[in-house]
């Protein structure tokens, strides 16, 4: 049976990019994972800082919406690289997350967002779903036992 997230009544708000987990990443502190992707589709400095300091993650969604003309010019090469080093920030920061994410066992992880068919699985349940995807790999390497140094 697969394991819906999406919305802040669920029992896997966590596993949201809007849920408020603070993650530090390049010597920063970014508030949620939202605030980290939303600013990292930006070259600009200013554009960055200005939704990096937005008090909400829909806020930071919202800023870098008015800004298309300055989309990074890579910004679909890399994105999914952007979102699993942010969300394995998170889950290695924030442990009970990282636990609840492993319970999950092998379940497939969907995002079920209606407005996105690339990170979620779209309106009509089609979409790429590529933060599920990015979970469940999480998830994977988290239960992976670390290698003994011993011998």
């Known amino acids: 049976m697969a394991i819906f997230f999406n919305t802040r009544l669920d029992s896997y708000e966590g596993f949201r990019t809007t849920s408020e987990h603070a993650v530090e990443l390049d010597g920063t502190h970014w508030r949620s994972v939202e605030?980290?992707?939303?600013?990292?589709?930006f070259k600009c400095e200013t554009t960055r800082e200005k939704?990096?300091?937005?008090?909400?993650?829909f806020e930071a969604k919202s800023l870098a919406r008015t800004r298309p003309d300055a989309l990074r010019h890579?910004?679909?090469?890399?994105?999914?690289?952007?979102?699993?080093?942010?969300?394995?920030?998170?889950?290695?920061?924030?442990?009970?997350?990282?636990?609840?994410?492993?319970?999950?066992?092998d379940e497939e992880l969907i995002e079920a967002s209606p407005m996105s068919r690339y990170w979620g699985a779209g309106?009509?349940?089609?979409?790429?779903?590529?933060?599920?995807?990015?979970?469940?790999k999480i998830r994977d390497e988290l239960r992976e036992p670390l290698p003994s140094l011993g011998g």
């Open 51 to 57: 939704i990096r300091t937005a008090d909400y993650a």
């Open 123 to 136: 309106a009509d349940g089609l979409g790429r779903n590529r933060l599920g995807e990015i979970l469940m």
């Open 35 to 41: 605030h980290y992707v939303q600013a990292q589709r």
């Open 74 to 105: 890579d910004w679909e090469d890399v994105r999914d690289e952007i979102m699993e080093i942010a969300n394995r920030a998170k889950f290695s920061k924030h442990k009970q997350l990282a636990e609840k994410l492993k319970e999950t066992e």
